[in-house]
């Protein structure tokens, strides 16, 4: 009995390995075309406007993340918390669907509130930056509910066909200004109010799929095996298996706690730029734009990332929900040593030929520091772990707990920022506490990993 319990704890460890693997290579070839993206602009734009380029993407993935990606996140672990239960109905998408469109009416009325500050002080009073903003927000709305719809059914292959078809669609713009057949900032930016769009294309598969597997008789025999975990674990504990209706009130408190975390990924990721921007003067653009280009070897990882988590938080949803300890914690320790791995590599890389990579990837006149960008690589595999970190987390539906100690560490990093300590140099101070923030965060999330798994609510 006990070798078939770790037969099956293995073969569990071993397909959340699998799934994760297959979306970290589709994801990772996104990656590199993001990179490509903004090395064409930065090559083909001045500074100035490279720079807008660099606020323009800061801006729509600080609202975008905020907004949308904790619907994502609870989508991908209802889902899957669903699936264990053996709980029917579709009460979670209305809920979902209803937190989304509010969410993107509250952007939208905000927006055009603001029209004459985002214009003029945000976007250097381009028209069509404004616009852009406001056409890829509503459009991300879309796109990270079907992720999160996606991932919670464990379709990997699909959610990476969605991501890779947003790169590679916002790639193509940068690349007709590259080759000489449109010229300008506007075409540049276009890219990314197009690719939310056209990563949809993906979405009638997904419904098609979704239509067969709801007309089949019998569930997946991974599926049976999850309801009959579910059904020893209820018969235990001498609770009914009963279903509990998914309320507007439950989805909300836990997406509210989610996009706090939220407010706080974005503030490490582009605090340093918006913060350069608004005490560099009339430059401000332009190093904003180096920094940007620095933290790019932070932000380009966890946009892999980011997909990962939202994959391996069904798998993880269904330990902690039946009760697997084990692979539960075998499967965190798995994604923490690949992050490892990865960030020694990426480090090792800049070591070697940090500056002369970052000047063949961004050209222009300023100077990377070897030194510095060692400093942000290993700071993103100490990130990432954190991040891991909280995957664990709010499978286990400790995500009150999570967004404290997210809350506490984005404060500490504003203020460090704020505070002028004697820096000459604002890249420097902006690495050290990048690598500073990204430790107290890991730390804290660790001693709340450390804790006893309990039954996910």
Same mark, same amino acid.
């Given at each position: ?40 602009? +930065? ?44 709980? +029917? ?57 079907a992720r999160g719809f996606l991932a919670g059914h464990r379709r990997f292959g699909l959610y990476g066909g969605l991501v890779f078809m947003e790169a590679i669609s916002r ?48 569930? %997946? ?76 070897? %932070? ?22 929900v039946g009760g697997e300890d084990d692979p539960f914690r075998r499967s965190v320790r798995l994604t923490l040593s690949a992050v490892a791995v990865f960030a020694f590599c ?112």
């Open positions: 009995m006990g070798g078939a319990a770790q037969a099956d704890s293995d073969e569990r460890v071993r397909s959340y390995g699998r799934g994760a693997a297959i979306l970290s290579v589709g994801i990772g070839i996104t990656g590199l075309v993001t990179y490509a993206y903004f090395a064409l602009a +930065s090559h083909k734009l001045s500074n100035h406007d490279y720079g807008q380029i660099t606020l323009l993407w800061s801006a729509i993935f600080i609202v975008v993340s905020v907004l949308y990606r904790p619907v994502e996140q609870m989508l991908s672990r209802t889902i899957s918390d669903r699936d264990v239960r053996g709980q +029917s109905g579709h009460e979670h998408l209305r809920v979902a669907i209803t937190i989304q469109l509010s969410l993107g009416v509250v952007f939208l009325v905000a927006a055009l509130a603001l029209h004459h500050p985002l214009k003029d002080n945000l976007l250097g009073g381009s028209s069509t930056l404004y616009w852009v903003l406001i056409g890829a927000v509503l459009g991300y709305a879309a796109s990270y509910f790639f193509m713009f940068a690349l007709v200004v590259a080759v000489g057949l449109f010229s300008g900032q506007s075409v540049v930016a276009l890219g990314m109010v197009a690719a939310p769009f056209v990563s949809l294309s993906v979405v009638p598969w997904a419904v098609r799929r979704s239509l067969r597997r709801s007309s089949a008789a019998v569930p %997946a025999d991974e599926d049976t095996d999850s309801h009959r975990v579910a059904e020893l674990d209820a018969a235990s504990s001498g609770e009914p298996s009963e279903e509990v209706e998914f309320t507007l009130s439950h989805g909300t408190g836990f997406a509210a706690a989610v996009l706090l975390i939220m407010i706080s990924e974005q503030t490490f990721l582009n605090a340093g730029p918006l913060l350069v921007k608004a005490t560099e003067g009339a430059s401000g653009a332009a190093v904003a734009g180096f920094v940007f280009n620095v933290l790019l070897i %932070a932000r380009a990882p966890l946009q892999l990332f980011q997909a990962i988590q939202t994959s391996i938080l069904p798998s993880l949803t269904r330990m902690a990426v480090a090792l890389a800049f070591l070697a030929l940090g500056p002369w990579l970052m000047h063949v990837l961004f050209g222009g006149g300023h100077h990377y520091a070897r030194g510095g960008l060692v400093i942000v690589a290993v700071g993103m595999g100490v990130y990432l772990s954190a991040a891991t970190l909280n995957q664990a987390a709010l499978a286990q539906a400790r995500t009150r707990q999570a967004a404290a100690a997210w809350l506490c560490t984005a404060f500490a990093f504003v203020a460090y920022l704020a505070i002028p300590w004697g820096f000459h140099d604002r890249v420097l101070q902006v690495e050290l506490g990048y690598f500073g923030a990204a430790s107290l965060l890991c730390t804290l999330l660790y001693l709340l990993y450390r804790r006893p798994v309990t039954t996910a609510a």
